[in-house]
């Protein structure tokens, strides 16, 4: 129930139609928070059929594999690896996620540096997504 009402409270409102999207505007999250997320993600991606996660479970999925993927900030390149990190890649390769999520959202196109745009998350995985498809991670 904490995970639901967390989840509900980063969820990505600026890829809803009710807010103007930036895809230049990323959001800022602790750590602490970011490792919740990536828990959960996990768990979507372990019990879950592709079909059965919601658009914002996979907008947090893709979000939180950008997120490990782009860090840039050298205080996190390692804090970034092993453990729930690695668990959450392996759980997408055993999900095949980069290939079948093409199957559920059929309409994508090629994004910056060879990933994917989804139009209708206005989301992007892999390549080289913007701000918007990637979490800033603070120490807080």
């Known amino acids: 129930m904490t995970i639901t009402v967390f989840l509900n409270v ?3 409102s600026g890829q809803t139609n009710n807010t103007k999207f930036n895809a230049d ?3 800022t999250i602790s750590k602490a928070s970011f490792d919740k997320l990536v828990d959960k993600c996990i768990i979507l991606l372990q019990t ?3 079909t059965e996660i919601s658009d914002s479970g996979h907008i ?3 979000m939180c ?4 993927f ?8 390692n804090k970034l690896q092993g453990g729930r990190y690695s668990k959450l890649k392996k759980a997408a390769e055993d999900k095949n996620y980069t290939k079948d999520i093409t199957n559920v959202f059929p309409n994508w196109i090629p994004n910056r540096g060879m ?6 998350l206005k989301m992007e995985l892999y390549g080289t997504p913007r701000p918007c498809a990637w979490f800033n991670v603070t120490e807080e």
């Open 60 to 62: 947090h999925i893709m």
């Open 70 to 77: 782009m860090v840039h900030d050298e205080r996190f390149k």
């Open 10 to 12: 980063i969820c990505c």
């Open 115 to 120: 990933g994917f745009y989804f139009p209708k």
């Open 48 to 50: 879950k059929k592709m």
């Open 25 to 27: 505007s990323q959001r």
């Open 65 to 68: 594999l950008n997120t490990i």
